[in-house]
């Protein structure tokens, strides 16, 4: 008998959350109802930040948290090139200047220093924005980021799609803001816990809290504490142009049955990812990612750095071969830089980043989600050695 096929990721779906779904579509109202409030309130508590805001994808709740910053051409966003295209895009899309920093090899994370040797570049205007993305689930050292910014304008948006359920240093999980404006999360299926699709938004700043609710809301406010007149049951004002973004009630039911079972989400990845460092200790042309903030983190990937060159194979065999023995693998991340947009408006800026270079042209993410077992971790170690002999 063949043997099943394993995807790099997968979402655990139950009955559960397929009654907590069913339940919602049977409800009178299916948006913008109960269920995304409960949602939100438990969200946020869960990070341990004042409020939070859904949005109907994790791209659209960055591009909110740089409008809600009011992000503009005059700023520069300081950003990592391995990450996904939303997390420059959203302040590109603003018109702030992306100025990209290498990364740390260890963890796929930004390079604290190079990030502190950009700020140290005179501006000319503007301000400095940090869009530090926790890649893979690995926790950006927010406490010595924190630390070594002297710029008191400088605004930092923590990209958190890879990492809901991860601990700084200090003990606060990642969505508590307190180190940053806004923490951006993403519910994609590859993710800890999914809606389908869907994003939030967490702060501690009421002002940035109306802010993303008017760019979610078409930039309707309907609050009668912001409205400049006697309440009506009728009336709204626009205050600004924006489109609707809002997240359905049965996205929110789900995510509230998903968010009861992130614990053993997070628990189960950290048992994974600790099978396939003890089986992959010793192997020849393998390292894993850092293991030093495992106890930490909440694994999204599992990401090994893979020197092909000295195996004599290119890693799109290596993946084909995967692929035929029924494993899926994937590459986490192309350099931003190295796509076509940027290298139109940018040029080739890859002799500037070699430790993100380094990475591009090793990493590739094994199998990583809460059903697998401890034999599939076993059979997928096996097949990339015997791909890699």
């Not at 570049?121 to 050292?141: T, W």
């Not at 990492?163 to 994609?188: D, E, I, K, N, P």
């Not at 030093?292 to 060159?309: I, K, P, R, S």
Request: hydrophobic content about 35%; aromatic content about 8%; charged content about 20%.
């Amino acid at each position: 008998m063949s043997a099943h096929y394993l995807p790099y990721a997968r979402q655990q779906v139950t009955d559960s959350d397929i009654k907590a779904a069913a339940a919602a579509l049977a409800d009178p109202i299916i948006t913008r109802g109960s269920n995304v409030e409960q949602f939100e309130n438990l969200f946020a508590e869960y990070c341990g930040a004042k409020s939070a805001l859904a949005f109907h994808s994790g791209s659209t709740a960055l591009q909110a948290a740089c409008v809600a910053l009011e992000v503009s051409r005059d700023d520069r966003a300081i950003v990592t090139p391995n990450t996904f295209i939303a997390t420059v895009a959203s302040p590109v899309q603003c018109g702030a200047e992306p100025i990209f920093v290498d990364i740390d090899n260890s963890s796929g994370n930004m390079d604290l220093d190079h990030v502190c040797y950009t700020l140290e570049r005179p501006a000319s205007r503007g301000r400095n924005l940090i869009m530090p993305v926790h890649f893979s689930g690995i926790p950006v050292d927010m406490v010595e980021l924190d630390q070594r910014i002297k710029d008191p304008n400088c605004v930092v948006i923590e990209d958190g799609c890879h990492a809901l359920g991860s601990r700084y240093t200090c003990g606060r999980r990642v969505g508590s803001c307190h180190y940053s404006q806004m923490t951006v999360f993403s519910f994609h299926p590859a993710k800890i816990i999914t809606t389908c699709e869907g994003g939030m938004v967490t702060t501690n700043d009421e002002r940035l809290y109306k802010r993303l609710r008017l760019f979610r809301n078409s930039g309707i406010e309907r609050d009668p504490r912001y409205l400049d007149h006697a309440p009506q049951p009728w009336h709204y004002d626009v205050e600004e142009i924006s489109s609707n973004y809002n997240f359905t009630e049965m996205q929110a039911a789900l995510g509230v049955s998903q968010l009861q079972r992130i614990d053993s989400f997070v628990e189960r990845r950290r048992a994974l990812v600790a099978k396939y460092r003890k089986l992959l200790q010793g192997k020849e042309h393998i390292v894993p990612l850092t293991d030093c903030y495992d106890h930490n983190t909440a694994f999204h990937l599992f990401v090994v750095l893979v020197d092909f060159a000295s195996c004599g194979k290119t890693r799109d065999t290596v993946m084909q071969r995967l692929h035929s023995r029924q494993i899926g693998t994937q590459l986490h991340y192309m350099p931003i830089y190295r796509h076509r947009y940027f290298q139109t408006r940018l040029g080739d800026l890859s002799q500037y980043f070699p430790k993100a270079e380094r990475h591009f042209s090793q990493a590739l993410s094994l199998p990583l989600y809460p059903e697998l077992t401890d034999e599939d971790i076993a059979r997928v170690v096996n097949e990339l050695c015997r791909a890699l002999s």
